[in-house]
């Protein structure tokens, strides 16, 4: 009887190293795309923080116009807000000096 208790403590023991082992090689292998979309959203992030610039050696004029139509219900003190329509241009220039002009060692 005990011979037997034994057997099943192993194959259970097994079963659960074999799960890990899956559940981790499932791990790796999404760690290429779980990186690319982290690398992805950190780079959309940066991009809306606006154009990086030496501000000693860059000029820009810029105009930026923002268009929005939303809906907003108000029931039972909570407010819904529907966005319908977003859009936003820019337009300007930006003349930026030579490359050699941004650092201090000529």
Known sequence: M??????NRA???LEYAILIGVVVAGLIAMQVY???????????N?????????????TSKYTTHNVTDSNE????GVTTTTINNQSTDRSGTENVEKFE????WK
Request: aromatic share 14%; no cysteine.
């Open 46 to 58: 940066t991009d809306t923080m606006g154009t990086q610039f030496s501000p000693g050696y860059t």
């Open 2 to 7: 005990f011979r037997k208790l034994l057997i």
């Open 11 to 13: 194959q259970t023991t």
């Open 73 to 76: 219900e108000v029931a039972d």
């Open 34 to 44: 779980l990186k690319r979309g982290f690398q992805g959203k950190l780079k959309e």
């Open 101 to 104: 002009n941004e650092y201090w």
